[in-house]
């Protein structure tokens, strides 16, 4: 495993909740990881927040999670 790519986190149950059942709106009939609800929803309030706030801070943000995909 590389160290360098995971890294552990702790989420309250009702996130978790939240995130098993976002997990079935996002993509209905699929199976999705937690992590990759995280994924996509760090993805997506990023992308809100570069839309919304001419701040540089989250348009890097944003354009690093992007470039680090796949």
Known sequence: MNSKKYKSVA???GTWNVAT?????IVPNTTLSR???V???VARLARSLTATNNNNIHKVSFQKLIANKG
Do not use: M, T
Not at 21 to 25: A, I, N
């Open 11 to 13: 989420i309250k149950i």
């Open 21 to 25: 059942d976002l997990s079935q709106k």
């Open 39 to 41: 994924e996509i929803a």
């Open 35 to 37: 992590s990759k609800i």
